[in-house]
């Protein structure tokens, strides 16, 4: 198995532009999550999926932020307008259950 | 899901074991301890976890207290390539992760 696989690793924009980052769960894992990692804030849950269906956002930051999971295989993660505050490294994770398996995550640079 | 604390760093000799605390004393009965950790630049990687029974696998041992308020983390020998910040986590079953600090583990020769 090749594990969870993001796209981009990394990805330098400027502010205004619209990024989205894509996700690739390990086959038949039911959760999706979505994590950001900062140095100030550690690493945050920004929202996770069950099916395919989103059980919480409340971790989404802000309008800005949007995620997506249109089938078992593959979820998005769009932020749109970007802001430097935005720069971070973006996890994707899925799991089977309970125990979560991390993908190599995409830095993010918003100048 | 309960908060767990840690201590902020550790040092550890390499090829000696490794003995991460955690304190979780708010801890339910249907909380489970879960322990990760991340390597500079990588993902977090799941290493074990337990309910109250002491669970052991290839990678390390997690010993819980019968009152299940503390756990340690034991890497039995320790490498260089466990230098890492390792991650206590307590939750239950919505299967939420929330990541506090953790613990610096530096593995010196």
């Known amino acids: 198995d090749a594990g969870v696989i993001q796209s981009p690793r990394h990805e330098v924009t400027e502010m205004g532009q619209e990024v989205t980052l894509r996700c690739k769960p390990i086959s038949g894992h039911d959760y999706l999550f979505w994590y950001r990692q900062t140095m100030m804030r550690g690493l945050e849950l920004l929202i996770y999926?069950?099916?395919?269906?989103?059980?919480?956002d409340s971790g989404m930051p802000e309008d800005r932020f949007s995620a997506k999971m249109p089938n078992a295989s593959f979820s998005t993660l769009k932020i749109q307008p970007s802001e430097p505050r935005d720069s971070a490294v973006y996890f994707c994770a899925s799991s089977p259950g309970y125990t979560q398996y991390f993908g190599p995550g995409t830095r993010l640079t918003v100048l | 899901d309960a908060k767990t604390t840690q201590p902020p760093s550790m040092d550890c000799a390499e090829g000696r074991a490794a003995n991460l605390p955690c304190n979780h004393s708010t801890i339910s009965g249907n909380e489970y301890v879960y322990w990760y950790r991340q390597i500079h630049s990588q993902g977090p990687q799941y290493i074990i976890h337990?309910?109250?029974n002491n669970e052991t696998n290839e990678m390390a041992s997690l010993i819980i207290t019968e009152d299940r308020k503390s756990s340690t983390l034991i890497l039995p020998h320790a490498t260089l390539r466990d230098t890492a910040v390792y991650y206590c986590?307590?939750?239950?079953?919505?299967?939420?992760?929330?990541f506090g600090q953790g613990t610096t583990l530096q593995v010196k020769p």
């Open positions: 986590i307590a939750t239950g079953n919505t299967g939420k992760l929330i």
């Open positions: 999926f069950n099916n395919n269906v989103p059980i919480d």
């Open positions: 337990g309910l109250k």
